[in-house]
């Protein structure tokens, strides 16, 4: 499921992703739902047991928006990186693997951190 979800974040086609992993379209689809489901629950339950207010879900690209509080007010941005779970940032402050994960995932062209909250705010 992570594999197909990647493929497809990557912005190749269901129809590809079968013809690659030798699979039918259908569970391509069906893994991609029940993977877009997982997400917006991890992202779900981190806001409720942060109390952030959620301000934008992406299950697509792996990301999330939230506000919260923390001696005054954060915006925080949350990735889903394969394999590794969900990594959360407060107020753009972005290490080099997230803008390189951004770009792999094409969320952004060039590795901009400017660029990328730009994106994630849409």
Known sequence: ????????AKGM??????GILGISRQAVNK??????????EAFFELAE????????????????VFEGECNGPVRVYAFYLPGEGIRAFFNGEFPEY????AVRIGIIREKDKTELVKSLEG
Not at 31 to 40: C, E, N, Q, T, V
């Open 1 to 8: 499921m992570e594999r197909i979800w990647l493929m497809r």
């Open 31 to 40: 893994a991609l739902r029940d993977a877009r489901g997982k997400l917006f």
């Open 13 to 18: 086609r269901e129809v590809e992703i079968s």
């Open 49 to 64: 047991t942060f109390s952030w207010k959620i301000v934008r879900i992406n299950a697509e690209k792996g990301f999330a």
């Open 98 to 101: 997230i803008l390189e994960h």
